[in-house]
């Protein structure tokens, strides 16, 4: 059974780090594209970083550019996500995402780990 | 980046009722299209890829259509457990962008 588990959500300070864990099982993790999609409290879906299944391509949206980065360690069967210079903005449930074929849509999803970005 | 502008916002229906959500793009997206279903709490689940080709084990009584810049989705024969908020997703042109969803109430 595919299974997406994250962790390291919690409250954190303007201006401060998290880094999130997106644990695989199920399934062989360096086969596939990796990704995290946010949901802030009350708005829609918003995806916002992207890792090929080889780790050598990986995207951000243009509002976490430069803050957030994204990798993986097949080794371990994780992904993460480092988020440096939260912003209130950035508060939202982080979901991880397995990506289907040309990572065109996203076929297994986590729960997801609630950050809290508060004075 | 290209828009997704999903109608209605919400929605109110019946017990075995049908309903339909659209979503329009701002640009051409052919068929790059999908759909999710969102529960408070639970896993994001993908319904619809493609436009109208159904994730397996997704019971048939969810469908989509459409191409270009407008899509539909449908939902017969309503259930209480179809209770979620439901959007839709291109992967035509980075970034991948997601409508501002629909809110689905049993009455």
């Known amino acids: 059974e595919v299974q997406l588990v994250e962790s390291g959500g919690g409250l954190v300070k303007p201006g401060g780090s998290l880094s999130l864990s997106c644990a695989i099982s199920?399934?062989?993790?360096?086969?596939?594209?990796m990704n995290w999609v946010r949901q802030a409290p009350g708005k829609g879906l918003e995806w916002v970083s992207f890792i090929s299944s080889s780790g050598s391509y990986t995207f951000h949206v243009e509002s976490v550019k430069g803050r957030f980065t994204i990798s993986r360690d097949d080794a371990k069967n994780t992904v993460y996500l480092q988020m440096n210079s939260l912003r209130v903005e950035d508060t939202a449930v982080y979901y991880c995402?397995?990506?289907?074929?040309?990572?065109?849509?996203?076929?297994?999803w986590g729960q997801g780990t609630l950050v809290i970005v508060s004075p | 980046d290209i828009q997704m502008t999903q109608s209605p916002f919400s929605l109110s229906a019946s017990v075995g009722d049908s309903v339909t959500i659209t979503c329009q793009a701002s640009q051409g997206i052919s068929l790059r299209l999908n759909w999710y279903q969102v529960k408070p709490g639970k896993a994001p689940k993908a319904l619809i890829y493609d436009a109208s080709n159904l994730v397996p084990g997704v019971p048939s009584k969810f469908s989509g259509s459409g191409s270009g810049t407008d899509f539909t989705f449908n939902i017969t024969s309503l259930q209480p457990e179809d209770v979620a908020t439901y959007f839709c997703q291109q992967y035509d042109t980075l970034p991948i962008t997601f409508g501002q969803g629909t809110r689905l109430e049993i009455k």
């Open positions: 995402a397995r990506g289907h074929g040309g990572n065109s849509w996203f076929d297994s």
């Open positions: 199920g399934f062989t993790s360096s086969s596939y594209s």
